[in-house]
């Protein structure tokens, strides 16, 4: 498979709002680094799924790939060019072959703008992606299960999952390369989240397309993306092929998600890991590995240093000193 | 039996469109008994979130009530108000809605919202900030008090939508509504949520109404479950039983749709064959007909009544 995407110690930081009292405060930093370090690959036709902690970096990660956040360090590679820079630190991207589906579906949806106007706009933008513009919008309203009469909808007249697949056909309607979805199926009922996630793998056959899906639906991850990532706190603490990791997760992170997610089988009690200690803050990034005071496993030498790396025969990897045997 | 704190009858919603009336919900029947955790469940674009809002009497321009009744501790919302509605949703009633920056202002600090919620308390703002912290806390909010000092954009999705429940929470509820509360989540604080949810449910023997797309987390919190189906209740009963043994074919065929339930690692998921008929122009007889395998010469003439004592469904089949 041919290499799409290849990113190595990405860096994300933000400057902190603050007032005069933090100006004062000499140790509370002026930034926080949102994004601390992140490789991943993407190639054509594979799937890349990103899960993790609430607050971790995901979006962010996302967005700076996509040009909407600054980026501090790293290199990204997009088939084969490395990704240059504006001035304000933004990683200039091609904006027709990345497409990225926003977290908040409503959210970024014009609301003055019919569904169809929506979906039309790439065609103005990129005139060549269709003859036949008016055409190409039921097409794609079809290609994500809604019928035709959607395309006079404002966004306010969406449910949620419906706001949710117009996302998704305004992201193929510029025929993307690498689609990053942001909760794609969030708020879609389990048929429709089936209906959209065959739609994305046919498409992934037939294009080529390399996706990375973030998402909190873990029972999703085992049947789209072959690869998959644990965020925690900036950093992907683990990653390597979905079924080897929910098969066998090593870090202890990783191990307590996963045991987490509620299911529908009433006769087993769920072996949950529970985790005490409070989340951290970005402002106050523990010293070592970040997830030492709530890990069960901690030893002394995971408050004073960060660990390497491990991986099994370059299938699955991750940073623990005292991973899961 | 006691009185229900919440009491739907036949209730009609609907929206007037370009196209003509789009008849969004017909003929609902739905309780939630004092103390009850209840989970709403059903296809995208069903009616769920319409079914709230006319709870809440927050519906859209164009929408309609066509008739039926809500009940709120034996009071009729329909005819109240709207400056009583207005009290009610302000402690009777709160709620969390599936886009969490629906009930938070983008102009305004965390703190700022955190403590206008508690206008009606004669507490110094320090002590309400106070308590506004512990709330994030409990809801896992890392820095609390550093969030207070934040606008919602700071915050990622997921704080966004804990700090939303805990301001929720700050009116201490009878009846509390949550649409899609921990879409957002990860699943270590999506459990975290439920249980504190639970938790709040015994503590001030609240009521809770819950929508969710995940089937895990409906059968893990919700005592009870009612299945909606375009615009109707097609299924009711204890969630125990309506996911182990589901009467509806829907429902039946929703559960088998479940990622979670599939063993085997496929790159294609199962699907309801077929779509949502049109709310504008709905079919005779039963509305799930066109995608259902078990059909019979009735169900193309006669809508199914909900029909049964604990364990309802609206379906001839099942009915005979
Ligand atoms: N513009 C910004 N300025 C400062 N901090 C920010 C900004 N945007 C995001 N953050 C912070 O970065 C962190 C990561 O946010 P992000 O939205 O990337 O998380 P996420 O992993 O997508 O979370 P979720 O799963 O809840 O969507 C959060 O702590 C958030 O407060
Ligand atoms: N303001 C409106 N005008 C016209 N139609 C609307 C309006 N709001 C909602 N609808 C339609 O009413 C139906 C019910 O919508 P509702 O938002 O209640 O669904 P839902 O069950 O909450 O769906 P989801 O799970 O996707 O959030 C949908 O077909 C929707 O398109
Ligand atoms: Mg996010
Ligand atoms: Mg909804």
């Given at each position: ?9 990405l860096r994300v930081r933000y400057p902190v709002a ?12 002026s930034y926080v680094d949102v994004v601390h370090?992140v ?18 970096g995901?979006t962010t990660l996302a967005m700076a790939l996509c040009g909407l956040a600054p980026v501090l360090a790293g290199?990204v ?6 990704m240059s820079k504006a001035r304000d630190q933004h990683l200039r991207p ?140 900036g ?91 | ?320």
């Open positions: 498979m041919s290499e799409l995407l290849k990113v190595r110690d603050g007032g005069i009292a933090a100006m004062l405060d000499r140790n509370r930093p370090g490789s991943l690959d993407i190639a054509r036709g594979e799937t890349l799924a990103v899960v993790g902690e609430s607050g971790s995901k290199d590679r997009f088939d084969g060019a490395a091609d904006r027709r072959r990345i497409a990225l589906m926003f977290q908040d579906p409503v959210g970024s949806l014009s609301p003055r703008m019919t569904v169809r106007r929506l979906l039309s706009e790439p065609f103005r933008i990129y005139s060549e992606l269709s003859q036949d513009p008016d055409r190409s919008v039921l097409e794609l309203l079809s290609m994500v299960g809604l019928s035709s009469d959607f395309a006079d909808r404002y966004p306010h007249q969406l449910s949620g999952g419906q706001a949710r697949r117009v996302c998704l056909a305004r992201a193929l309607a510029q025929k993307p390369d690498l689609l990053i979805a942001d909760e794609p199926t969030a708020g879609l009922d389990v048929s429709i989240q089936g209906e959209v996630l065959n739609l994305l793998s046919d498409l992934q056959q037939e294009l080529g397309l390399g996706i990375m899906i973030i998402t909190h639906n873990l029972n999703i991850v085992r049947h789209v993306a072959e690869q998959m990532a644990i965020m925690y706190l950093r992907f603490v683990e990653q390597g092929l979905s079924e080897l990791v929910f098969q066998h997760p090593r870090h202890p992170y990783t191990a307590a998600l996963l045991a987490a997610n509620p299911s529908t089988n009433f006769d087993v009690v769920p072996e949950r890991i529970e985790l005490t200690g409070e989340i951290p803050g970005l402002l106050q990034r523990p010293a070592g590995c970040e997830f030492h005071n709530r890990c069960p496993r901690v030893q002394p030498k995971c408050r004073a240093s960060f660990p390497d790396r491990q991986s099994s025969n370059g299938k699955q990897g991750w940073n623990c000193f005292h991973p899961l045997p | 039996m006691t009185s229900p704190v919440l009491d739907v009858r036949r209730l009609s919603v609907s929206y007037q469109t370009g196209r003509g009336t789009l008849r969004a919900l017909r003929n609902v029947n739905m309780t939630v008994q004092p103390g009850r955790i209840v989970g709403i469940v059903g296809e995208s674009g069903c009616g769920k979130s319409t079914l709230i809002s006319t709870i809440i009497r927050l519906l859209a321009p164009n929408a309609r009530i066509d008739g039926g009744s809500i009940e709120f501790m034996g009071r009729d919302l329909l005819s109240l108000e709207s400056e009583a509605m207005r009290a009610l949703r302000g402690d009777g009633i709160s709620m969390v809605f599936q886009d969490p920056m629906t009930s938070l202002n983008p102009v305004m600090t965390i703190g700022r919202q955190m403590t206008d919620i508690q206008h009606r308390d004669n507490r110094s703002r320090a002590d309400k900030l106070a308590r506004a912290a512990r709330l994030l806390e409990r809801v896992g909010i890392a820095d609390p008090a550093e969030q207070l000092k934040r606008y919602p954009h700071h915050l990622s999705g997921g704080m966004r939508q804990r700090v939303a429940i805990a301001m929720a929470l700050m009116t201490e509820p009878a009846l509390l509504i949550a649409d899609e509360p921990t879409t957002a989540l990860d699943a270590t604080l999506e459990v975290q949520i439920i249980h504190r949810l639970r938790q709040l449910q015994q503590d001030f023997g609240c009521a809770v109404l819950f929508i969710s797309h995940h089937l895990g987390v409906i059968a893990e919190l919700c005592d009870e479950v009612v299945v909606m189906y375009a615009g109707e209740v097609v299924e009711t009963g204890s969630t125990r039983e309506v996911f182990l043994a589901p009467r509806h074919p829907y429902t039946r065929k929703l559960l088998e749709c479940d990622p979670g339930r599939i063993e085997e690692s496929t790159r294609h998921l199962p699907v309801i064959a077929g779509k949502l008929p049109d709310l504008v122009d709905l079919p005779k007889g039963c509305v799930f007909r066109s995608r259902c395998d078990e059909s019979i010469d009735i169900c193309a003439r006669k809508p199914p009544e909900l029909e049964g004592d604990d364990h309802c469904a609206a379906c001839h089949v099942v009915g005979q």
